[in-house]
T-cell receptor, first 115, second 111 residues
Framework: KAGVTQTPRYLIKTRGQQVTLSCSPI?????VSWYQQTPGQGLQFLFE???????NKGNFPGRFSGRQFSNSRSEMNVSTLELGDSALYLC??????????????FGEGSRLTVL | GEDVEQSLFLSVREGDSSVINCTYT??????LYWYKQEPGAGLQLLTY?????DMKQDQRLTVLLNKKDKHLSLRIADTQTGDSAIYFC???????????FGPGTSLSVIP
């Protein structure tokens, strides 16, 4: 079974621009979570989508948004980029219902550099 | 509040045991996880433990949970150079809740 796929793997943007990252979950997984990973802050939870609805949300400003499509693929968008948004953005999928352990399956991430 | 703390670095000799410690603040956390991240890769679940368990063993891995002190540890027996990675402790209240990660412990194995 194919794993979690994130695109693009690497991208460079300048301050003030916006960026859209894409995540295709494992087939059959209905939950997609997004995390920001930086050396100073570690893994910070952005948001989680389940069946096209945002189910959980972290403490990020409104510049960070996401959505999920009917096929469970998810996108996240960051507008008005700042230098501090440079990070590895990780997507994770999960069946995430009450019957399982809540294990997250991670993609390899999208490395965003803001200049 | 929710917070997970870990020491940032650990260095051990090949063949020795490694013990990575973690403390969490949310006493209602039900699921506690250990994830591993190798260079250039995403995270991969190593093992998990429910809050109603004290210990879980899986081959070379032993997880100990002290719920009273909110302390979780991961012991890796016979540590190998391939175990060099970052290890993340994580918690979740329910299987469908957000998963909160610690800062990660970078394990270096000296041949």
């Amino acid at each position: 079974k194919a794993g979690v796929t994130q695109t693009p793997r690497y991208l460079i943007k300048t301050r003030g621009q916006q960026v859209t990252l894409s995540c295709s979950p494992i087939s059959g997984h209905r939950s997609v979570s997004w995390y920001q990973q930086t050396p100073g802050q570690g893994l910070q939870f952005l948001f989680e989508y389940f069946s096209e609805t945002q189910r959980n949300k972290g403490n990020f400003p409104g510049r960070f948004s996401g959505r999920q499509f009917s096929n469970s693929r998810s996108e996240m968008n960051v507008s008005t980029l700042e230098l501090g948004d440079s990070a590895l953005y990780l997507c994770a999928s999960s069946p995430r219902d009450r019957k399982n352990t809540g294990e997250l399956f991670f993609g390899e991430g999208s490395r965003l550099t803001v200049l | 509040g929710e917070d997970v703390e870990q020491s940032l670095f650990l260095s051990v000799r090949e063949g020795d045991s490694s013990v990575i410690n973690c403390t969490y603040t949310d006493s209602s956390s039900t699921y506690l996880y250990w994830y591993k991240q190798e260079p250039g890769a995403g995270l991969q679940l190593l093992t998990y433990i429910f809050s109603n368990m004290d210990m879980k063993q899986d081959q070379r891995l032993t997880v100990l949970l002290n719920k009273k002190d909110k302390h979780l540890s991961l012991r890796i027996a016979d540590t190998q150079t391939g175990d060099s990675a970052i290890y993340f402790c994580a918690e979740s209240m329910r299987s469908y809740d957000k998963v909160i990660f610690g800062p990660g412990t970078s394990l270096s194995v000296i041949p």
